[in-house]
């Protein structure tokens, strides 16, 4: 019986988010593709399928059924814009780092847009994502391939992310820290600041900022997510407090700013919270 409920419930999963169509901001994606990978048009629709269908075997997340993970939303981004000037001003030695890169869709777009690929780093869970994003970009062998680092931590503990200490400027963090309880956001970015170059070490003379958005509530709480995992949802001011925190554990101080937006799309539309919004945020070190 057990084995029958769980298909059951991974079939009207995968009935609520999984897409047979792309959705109607796919063209971003699609010219990635073609210019940057070098794709014919007439492949993409196939090969991006085939890669999604790959991922959803190894984790049927939300974002791989919807093909939020493709997004290019963030180009949007003032901190993002903002980040892109930095890495790509002359003599820059600026570094990035993309949290839960999942496939690279975020450094793949700086390479294109001129950033020197050993500059940008990666970290994920899963390694499958990783190994994913090198086939759906085909950039194993460029040079992205041979500059770029991305480290799958893959559940083992802290030591694969041990490289990355000491040695980030700008920290992307997209679609992450809602994920967590409260304690367990702390931790993550109390692992954050460790990547992080000393303060005064940045060659260009600008501080650190983590940068992204996430699901968040004119109501903060925790929740129970679509799977039964416990998350906080922040608003402004619990996310200040949650940076003072971070801050008084690892001798940081931090100044958050914080843009509440109508409810995102992806995991914001799997919770059942009807305080939702999303949340554009930027945490500058001070």
Known sequence: MADS????????????????EFPDDIGSIRQLLEEYSGIPPQDVTAHIHTIRDRMWAVKPYNCIGSFRFLTLDFVAN????SALSRLRAPGSTATFLDMACCVGQVLRHLAW???????????DLERPFVEAGYDLFRDREGAFGRGATLVAEGGGGDPALEVLDGKI?????????HLFTWRDQVVAAKRVVRFLRDKGESEDGEEAIVFGRQVASTSPREITGPRGERRFLHDAATWQRLWDEVGEATGTRWRTEVEMVDEG??????????????MNFACFRL
Do not use: C, W
């Open 265 to 278: 799309r992806g995991e914001a539309g799997a919770l059942d919270d009807a305080n939702k919004k999303r």
């Open 113 to 123: 847009s001129g950033v020197d690929p050993t500059r940008l780093y990666g970290a």
């Open 169 to 177: 400027d700008i920290v992307h963090a997209s679609a992450f820290f």
């Open 78 to 81: 003032r901190h993002y814009q």
């Open 5 to 20: 409920k769980e298909s059951y419930d991974m079939e009207a999963f995968k009935a609520k988010i999984y897409r047979a």
